[in-house]
């Protein structure tokens, strides 16, 4: 199964790098203001339940023009809109809470997707149980980390001392476990469904916890928001369109994937199968919203958590809703 996963891992490794090359074509944060009058959306590199803003330009209003930057990480994302660098961004709801109790000018405009997580591990690794003294990567700051440590509590781990947490970056997950740096991983997607693809198997679902699969949002700049009130509620309905649409089309989904970041078909499939798109803000989302981050504040990802009042702007979802 280690040596699969290796070939697998180097395919990926390749596809990495022309996922790299195909950035010229794509905006940067280095190279954001093709066209001054476009609405600038940022969104993460090769992951699929990211994706959306790849299927908004077909349903973009008349004289409307939506710039695709991408970024490596979701507090880059946050960082951006708070300066005003990027107008909107689909990213994970901890950055932006943690953007929101820093008083950054950003907010919540629309959920994007649940989901896209996954607990995967060696195949000798039947029970949670097992994983005492083992080692498991985790993103740090990321709902993935929460939902790591509360699904060790839950089934009788001490996330602190019996086990091994090893903080790594989404993309070195699959490597670190083909090198044998970890014995097991919550991270999301792509490299949960590349080392599924290698033989490994989830070991527990990542979404039985207080925060359930709560993970992607829509989220804007504050002052865009509030000057340009008008295109951030096109935009917003724009992006659930193309949300709707990928749901309604998967293959057109998973192929968009394919094609822009030169993944593998195969896993493509599992991956996808594993998110839940989604772009409402009911009252049931905002108060897992709410969960998440007190657990936030509980893991110390936070030092208090922010006034929910100031977290979530509904009222661009308004005209999508009447609509339906």
């Known amino acids: ?44 590199r090769g992951q699929p339940h990211l994706y959306a803003p790849y299927f908004m330009q077909r349903f973009a209003p008349e004289h409307t023009t939506y710039e695709i930057v991408l970024f490596e990480n979701s507090p880059d994302i946050k960082n951006a809109l708070a300066s005003g660098a990027i107008d909107m ?30 607990f995967v591990g060696s195949p000798q690794i039947r029970t949670p ?37 090893v903080n790594l970056a989404y993309s070195d997950m699959a490597s670190a476990y083909t090198a044998g740096r970890v014995d097991a991983f919550l991270s999301a997607e792509m490299g949960v469904s590349i080392a599924r693809q290698a033989g490994a198997h989830q070991i527990v679902s990542p979404y039985e916890t207080p925060i359930g699969a709560t993970n992607i949002i829509l989220g804007g700049n504050g002052r865009f928001l509030g000057e340009h009130p008008d295109r951030a509620r096109d935009t917003v309905q724009t992006f659930a369109r193309a949300i709707d649409f990928m749901k309604s089309d998967r293959a057109a989904w998973a192929a968009g994937l394919v094609e822009t970041f030169g993944l593998d078909r195969a896993v493509t499939d599992i991956a996808i199968d594993n998110v839940r798109l989604r772009w409402e803000l009911d009252d049931e989302y905002r108060q897992r919203v709410a969960e998440l981050a007190r657990q936030m504040v509980d893991f110390d990802q936070l030092p208090a958590a922010p006034d929910m009042s100031k977290v979530f702007r509904t009222e661009f ?6 609509q339906r």
């Open 317 to 322: 979802l308004e005209s999508v809703s009447a």
């Open 1 to 44: 199964m280690k040596r699969r996963l290796r070939q697998i891992f180097s395919i990926s490794a390749v596809l990495l790098l022309a996922i790299a090359g195909l950035t010229g074509c794509i905006a940067t944060p280095d190279s954001v203001g093709g066209d001054s009058g476009a609405i600038r959306i940022g969104t993460l």
């Open 129 to 165: 149980e097992e994983l005492r003294g083992k080692r498991i990567g985790f993103p740090a700051g990321s709902s993935q980390e929460i939902a790591l440590k509360l699904t060790l509590r839950a089934h009788g781990l001490d996330p602190d001392t019996d086990v091994q947490l």
């Open 89 to 118: 961004g689909v990213l994970g709801a901890p950055a932006m809470l943690s953007g929101i109790a820093a008083e950054q000018d950003v907010q919540i405009i629309a959920s994007a997707a649940d989901g896209g997580s996954g």
